[in-house]
């Protein structure tokens, strides 16, 4: 099982129940967070999750769950190999870092061969939502204080071109995810991310319910690590990084610990939604290399040649650093109001120590501050044709929050009928610009209102909810076996020949997070599971459920899951059928 973790940690691990209904919350209970308490600062940081070792994640992979174990996988050495232009707002290497945005067709070192499948990709149906979106993402680094995403009128404002004049009402979510880094983070000030709510009403009070709410930080919440292509999740204890295990939470339908399930605005009255820190870690160590004082003998199974000594009494080293903050929250609002997502500094304190920014230093900054810079690369025209094209990232109103589909032969079916043995086909997902598989659908979401350099279209739908219904059907006079499983071939904006898949794993992760999947067995029972997936560029896929559907039988299967920050699109949802029957054990729910 994993190492104990604290009562805070635990609880946010354990996933509870939402609490009932209360009472209104008072305006100074909104910052009693554990992480934005001044009791809590007062007496220390809250202690962080012991280090997860490799024996660790390992059992908590053969242990998270009541399911049969998944079969181990013998990975490849990870390398330092980079797909060439990588693409998607989120190109990641397995460590976790982000690439720029830019996304002509991949271009792959020579040694990765790669697979085509000569199978039909199909248009998913349906269409997003009309649920607007507070969609805050660039600048994606923050270094300094400043206004990340205002939809607060601009009169008034000292900066009025950072406030973008659009005001929530009825049901609405909030994403955010941005990384601090600093340089020298021993002298850095933690920096906080805080999201303000605004009722403008003159005489009504405003309610607003927050439905589903998390946040969590890459270190220590949810640290980027490896773990198997795929593994039973249905407790919720496995996650690799911020955006995968938010994305969980919210899957599940869970507010997590601290948000308050309601809040009042007075007319006029602004309130903290969040006031949370981004603490940045101070590493000893740079490229994983140990760092030793002179005095120390080095481990006699360590070369001498790799390791830097230090002079006695020499400072600790101060290298680089990072931390990243995912936050997404459902909401419902009785009438208009304006929301803001900025960062700052914590305040110093007299004593030299930090203090927790308060409301009137959100509102001052507000009112006076401007743009937070350095500023993302500007984005390409979506009509371009230039080799590269760069995305952008999200910083504005995105209109779509649940894509809500039943794949069906036609819009007039109400049946899905499964391929012929030893075939498949795939529909799309988080399809985007030179990234259609030739099916012409992109499927980010549109902006209702942004900044001029920022992304012309929510590319990546990060924090969409995809709810699938799959009503398979078999018309053969035989049973036939049938396969889903979520993929991620190399994007192309072509399919002519087919998906192309790698032979060997590429060390280019493009898909963290957790994916549900419903049906009944084939033993006709009521199953739910949920998954953790992870994939790199161009693979293949494994299993979510395997059934054998009888002569003439038709069998619902639902797929959903909540498009995580951590992962780069697209990806395709691919039903396969076996060219003989496979033996399923069936699972009950735990």
């Known amino acids: 099982m994993l190492p104990l973790l604290t009562s805070f940690v635990l609880a946010q691990q354990s996933i509870?129940?939402?609490?009932?209904?209360?009472?209104?919350?008072?305006?100074?209970?909104?910052?009693?967070?554990?992480?934005?308490?001044?009791?809590?600062?007062?007496?220390?940081?809250?202690?962080?999750?012991?280090?997860q070792n490799k024996a660790a994640i390992a059992a908590a992979v053969d242990n998270s769950d009541s399911q049969p174990p998944v079969k181990n996988r013998k990975e490849r050495p990870l390398t330092t190999t980079t797909v060439a232009d990588a693409t998607g707002p989120e190109s990641q290497t397995t460590q976790g870092k982000n690439q720029s945005a830019v996304a002509p067709p991949q271009r792959l070192p020579t040694t990765l061969r790669e697979l085509v499948y000569p199978q039909e990709v199909r248009p998913l149906p349906g269409s997003l939502d009309a649920v607007p979106v507070f969609n805050s993402n660039s600048p994606e680094v923050i270094r300094k204080s400043g206004i990340l995403l205002s939809t607060f009128p601009p009169q008034g404002k000292r900066h009025p071109k950072a406030h973008l004049n659009?005001?929530?009402?009825?049901?609405?979510?909030?994403?955010?995810?941005h990384i601090v880094k600093t340089d020298r983070p021993r002298k850095t000030p933690t920096f906080y991310k805080g999201i303000v709510l605004y009722n403008p009403s003159q005489s009504k009070t405003i309610t607003i319910n927050v439905m589903q709410a998390a946040s969590y930080l890459g270190t220590p919440d949810a640290p980027y690590i490896n773990l198997p292509p795929i593994a039973p999740n249905n407790v919720g204890r496995l996650f690799s990084?911020?955006?995968?295990?938010?994305?969980?939470?919210?899957?599940?339908?869970?507010?997590?610990?601290?948000?308050?399930?309601?809040?009042?605005?007075?007319?006029?009255?602004?309130?903290?939604?969040?006031?949370?820190?981004?603490?940045?870690?101070?590493?000893?160590?740079?490229?994983?290399?140990?760092?030793?004082?002179?005095?120390?003998?080095?481990?006699?199974?360590?070369?001498?040649?790799s390791l830097t000594t230090l002079p006695p009494n020499t400072p600790p080293p101060d290298f680089p650093s990072s931390n990243t903050r995912s936050t997404l929250a459902r909401l419902y609002a009785s009438g208009p109001v304006y929301v803001a997502s900025l960062a700052m500094k914590a305040p110093a304190r007299p004593n030299g120590g930090e203090g927790i920014p308060s409301k009137q230093d959100w509102e001052s900054l507000l009112l006076k501050g401007e743009l937070l810079e350095p500023r993302d690369i500007k984005p390409s025209p979506l009509s371009s044709q230039a080799p590269k094209f760069f995305y952008g990232r999200v910083a504005g109103v995105s209109r779509g929050s649940k894509w809500r589909s039943q794949l069906t032969d036609s819009a007039e079916s109400q049946q899905l009928t499964v391929p012929e043995p030893g075939s498949g086909f795939s529909y799309g997902l988080s399809l985007l610009n030179r990234g259609t598989f030739g099916t012409a659908q992109i499927q980010s979401a549109p902006m209702l209102v942004r900044y001029p350099d920022t992304a012309y279209l929510a590319h990546g739908n990060y924090g969409v909810h995809y709810d699938l219904s799959l009503p398979l059907y078999n018309p053969s006079s035989e049973p036939r076996t049938v396969t889903v499983l979520l993929q991620t071939p190399l994007k192309d904006n072509q399919a002519e020949k087919?998906?192309?898949?790698?032979?060997?794993?590429?060390?280019?992760?493009?898909?963290?997070?957790?994916?549900?999947?419903?049906?009944?067995?084939?033993n006709n029972t009521p199953t739910r599971q949920y998954f953790h997936v992870v994939q790199t560029a161009g693979h293949l896929g494994d299993a979510l459920v395997t059934l054998t559907l009888k002569p003439k039988e038709q069998r619902l299967v639902n797929v959903d899951l909540v498009y995580p920050p951590d992962a780069t699109p697209p990806q395709v949802l691919t039903v396969k059928a076996s060219k003989t029957p496979a033996t399923f054990r069936s699972t009950r729910r735990p």
Request: aromatic residues 8%; without cysteine; hydrophobic residues 30%.
């Open 166 to 177: 659009f005001p929530f009402q009825g049901r609405f979510d909030i994403f955010s995810h």
């Open 241 to 305: 990084g911020p955006g995968g295990r938010t994305a969980d939470q919210v899957l599940r339908g869970q507010r997590q610990t601290h948000w308050p399930s309601r809040i009042y605005l007075k007319p006029r009255q602004s309130k903290m939604l969040a006031n949370l820190p981004v603490p940045v870690p101070v590493r000893t160590t740079a490229n994983n290399d140990p760092v030793w004082p002179s005095r120390v003998q080095p481990p006699v199974n360590l070369t001498t040649t």
């Open 498 to 522: 087919g998906l192309r898949f790698l032979r060997s794993p590429s060390p280019n992760v493009f898909f963290r997070g957790t994916v549900r999947v419903s049906y009944n067995d084939d």
């Open 16 to 51: 509870p129940a939402p609490p009932p209904e209360k009472s209104p919350v008072p305006e100074t209970q909104l910052l009693s967070h554990p992480l934005t308490s001044d009791l809590d600062i007062a007496n220390g940081p809250p202690l962080l999750a012991e280090p």
